[in-house]
């Protein structure tokens, strides 16, 4: 197979005048003979000034380039697609299968023969991952790394866990507009990802423990010197894998893999999105993820990192701690540790040299577990036939068997005028209900799911009740929240039917959440859902494909033509 700049050349009829030309063109920006005979390493760059997780990006690209020429390989950047969570209308879930897609056909169109693909602000590491799976060339990934916790009044603050407690109380009256607008300016201290265990760094944990990054490259804080080595390393990682063709991700995406990274999302307390993003991750391969080994899990993995949302501490103190290696120790045998990792060798090897940190408290041992089940849980129930997600470890406890009154919302847009009504019929053990949030249903599967308190209860000293929606939630959000209620209500997802006043049961227990009316109701009402609640097909471009052919989130939301079938080979 062709190597380096004789790899994939371009259709003119005439591949040594293709050569030929493409020598001359990249000639005029001054390479040598010598250095355009080299294998190739692929470097994104998804720098851009609309994403500040990124900030450190164009430092991380230098660090990897000079990886990869000490170690005799030629390193090519190019740009794609970059996605910030604040920045992206309507949602960045909206526009990871874009992202995914250019980052895939970029790889394909242009001679590389490893790649490094930097990223890390929530969408952009499972688009990239997706990309990789799909083209299966060798990849090393590198994220950009955690910010740095900020302080205010003597307390340690994060984004973006604190940016909605802070905002909550704001809004619940106990801290004033003056005082809120000094919190903006110091909840994100620096460049980097959230720095909680939101769903950003809940990729990273993951990336780290399917391979495909090199050991502590999820903790490591963004700004600091030992991320510039990482990505130092990771260019020669790279550089190797370029000569050696592997490991390739179909070598290290295998169902234990996935197994390991489920263990590690439920022990770090994970962001319910990495389950959205491991199943497109799957379906990239021929292999597929499985809901209820992920509730099998979490029945018998204990949270063991303590990390805001579900915790106390943030990324920084993680990494200090001894970071992915020293957890995957703490797990013992609930990890596959034949699992091998672009590092070289296996997991085994990198828990062979997981630091020891005497005193420190947030990798917990097994025996003194931050909860005794893992972080998320999967319900069915009547309004949920194919499945809803709940983050348990981020819930009140009290609510967690919890029967209430439904209060529905039809849309976001509903919900947002509504919810602080003074006249809303509302109650502090009523449930909150929020439909057509879906993937298809507002589109792109908005982070609603984390419905507000209304004012009036939030002044009463309410802080949480059991919500319910066929949306997502941050990673960073905590309460009682159910998530990803499959199907959706805009595809005729039994939500759809939902009235305000119908009493709605959530038993986590039993690991159901049911509408508790009767059969012949449940038919008549299904029977006067007539016509199709989704919104309107849009007339063009990318927007319509999205309608046309994104899954539903037991599916991963990817579009349905881009899940590998099982028996097709990379
Ligand atoms: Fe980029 Fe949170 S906004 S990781």
Redesign the pocket.
Known sequence: MAKGLRKGLTSYGDEGFALFLRKAFIKAMGYSDDALDRPIVGITNTYSDYNP?HGNAPALIEAVKRGVMLSGAMPMVFPTISI???FAHPTSMFLRNLMAMDTEEMIRAQPMDAIVVIG???KTLPAQIMAAASVDLPTVVVPVGPMVVGHHKGEVLG??TDCRRLWSAHRAGEIDEAEIETVNSRLAPSVG??MVM?T?STMACITETLGLSLPMSATIPAPHAERIRLAEASGAAAARMAVDGGPRPSELLTPQAFRNATVVMQAIGGSTNGIIHLTAIANRTPHRYDLDMLDEIGRKVPVLVDLKPSGAHYMEHFHHAGGVPKLLAQLGELIDLDAGTVAGGTLRDIVARAEDVPGQDVIRPRSAPIKAEGSMAVLYGNLAPGGAIIKQAAASARLLQHTGRAVVFDSVEDMAARIDDPELDVGADDVLVLRNTGPKGAPGMPEAGYLPIPKKLGRQGVKDMVRISDARMSGTAFGTIVLHITPESAVGGPLALVESGDMIRLDLAGRRIDLLIDDGEFERRRALLRTSPAPAMPKRGYARLFQQTVLQADEGCDFDFMVRPPDEAP
Do not use: P
């Open positions: 997780c910030h969570e604040s890390g602000c929530d984004a973006c990802t959230c939101g950003a």
